[in-house]
């Protein structure tokens, strides 16, 4: 997926747009001053009238742009054709001569037509605009003029294009941001189901090999005892329920397990490392292994992402796991290797080992967090797992994760090394 960063960040045309709306304003309050200016220093009987017009369509032009948010649609319409209609005066009543100059407040009016009034409305004012502006520049002295009165008329419909080309431009490529902020979402969506199944299954397998198994065995002890008792065999019937006691407390102990590895929150509060020295010291104690050894190497502590923070855990978790169940191991090392831009966990233990192939084929049935599914979650990080094994040589187990980019949420993956 693309960076959300990359999705705030205003598009080229839409900086385009922006500009092209400011610009207009400067250019006509420059023709208008330039215009007054110069109809002032010319003799005219109507400068004063002139002025005045231009005064008013100067001062309503600002307080337009200054109330521009808190016009509606009728309002600015409104507007727009006061504008139009003090412009139209303007060129009407300027002598030939000096029509010209109003002439280029076309330009800028042009572009306001297009931001305030609707495609068919601006329709209409722009042909209106143009033929004040034939009206007014076919009077020129010494007759019509090509130059003069088609390149103002060229330049407003050119602005216009321009204009019109921006606006369609932004507005399919916010189009087309929507549709990416919408498919971010159902990827996410998509991403917590698929983790949240990846989990249900995990569960689903962890409480079939051990509670489901273990009851069943109880409850065969005792239906045994009962038997027992009915037979009168007193002595053999307690030694059946001493049993089925013992191995109730053996499923309890197993159930709090399980209930403490649904706590992914220690991971991000303690960090990687910690939980998984607590994960090993932890797998000791419950007899996976003689000897689990836990061990972080790197010379830089990095930092690790909390998605791949769990991930790496969870695979840990499930591999210490079929090493308790299948591996007669003796000794297990886990490793926690720092390297630039990557977070690689290793478990290697003295085990039996097992055939790759058969293995796989036993994972493609296997409903559980197997290695398969603990493959697919770090490929879904850019990492990968890599199995290596041989029955009697013990198996190594190696998940490899890339280092985050700056923007992402991201937790210490060692508060120390080569501790």
């Known amino acids: 997926m693309t960076d959300p960063a990359s999705v705030r960040t205003p598009s080229s045309a839409r900086r385009a747009l922006s500009t092209l709306d ?96 609707e495609r068919r409305g601006a329709t209409i004012a722009l042909a209106g605009i143009t033929v004040v502006l034939l009206g007014g520049l076919t009077q020129q002295p010494g007759g019509f003029d090509a130059e003069s009165v088609l390149i103002p008329v060229a330049a407003v419909w050119g602005t216009v294009t321009l204009y019109r080309t921006l606006q369609q431009d932004a507005t399919e490529r916010q189009r087309l941001l929507s549709e990416l902020r919408g498919t971010r979402r159902v990827l996410a969506d998509e991403q917590r189901r698929a983790g949240a199944l990846a989990e249900r299954e995990r569960i689903a397998r962890d409480l079939h090999d051990t509670l489901a198994q273990e009851l069943a065995g109880h409850l065969m002890l005792l239906h045994a005892a009962e038997r027992d008792l009915v037979e009168r065999r007193p002595d053999a019937a307690r030694d059946r329920v001493r049993a089925a006691v013992d191995g109730l407390d053996a499923g309890l102990a197993e159930t709090r397990r399980i209930i403490h590895d649904l706590t992914p929150s220690a991971v991000a509060e303690c960090g990687l490392e910690d939980s998984l020295r607590l994960l090993c010291a932890r797998a000791q104690q419950e007899g996976t292994a003689g000897c689990v050894t836990f061990r972080s190497v790197g010379a830089h502590p990095a930092e690790v992402s909390v998605e791949a923070a769990a991930t790496l855990f969870r695979v840990a978790q499930s591999s210490l796991a079929n090493v308790r169940e299948h591996a007669r191991a003796g000794n297990v090392l886990v490793t926690l290797r720092q390297r630039q831009g990557a977070l690689e966990l290793e478990l290697l233990d003295d085990g039996i080992g097992f055939v790759l192939a058969v293995a796989g084929a036993a994972a493609a049935r296997d409903r559980g967090l ?3 599914a603990a493959r697919a979650r770090l490929r879904e990080l850019d990492g990968d797992l890599h199995v290596d094994s041989e029955p009697g040589r013990g198996t190594r187990i190696r998940a490899v994760v890339p280092a985050p980019r700056a923007s992402g949420r991201a937790l210490p993956a060692a508060t120390a090394v080569n501790r």
């Open 370 to 372: 197997g290695l398969r």
């Open 22 to 117: 400011r610009v207009p304003h400067f250019v006509f309050f420059c023709v208008v001053g330039a215009a007054s200016v110069r109809l002032v220093r010319e003799p005219n009987p109507l400068c004063t009238e002139i002025v005045a017009v231009s005064a008013v369509l100067a001062v309503g032009y600002a307080a337009g742009l200054w109330l521009w948010s808190r016009f509606d649609g009728l309002a600015r319409s409104l507007w727009v054709t006061a504008l139009l209609l003090l412009w139209t005066t303007l060129m009407v009543r300027n002598p030939p001569s000096l029509a010209a100059a109003y002439a280029w407040c076309g330009v800028p009016l042009a572009c306001l037509v297009l931001r305030a009034l």
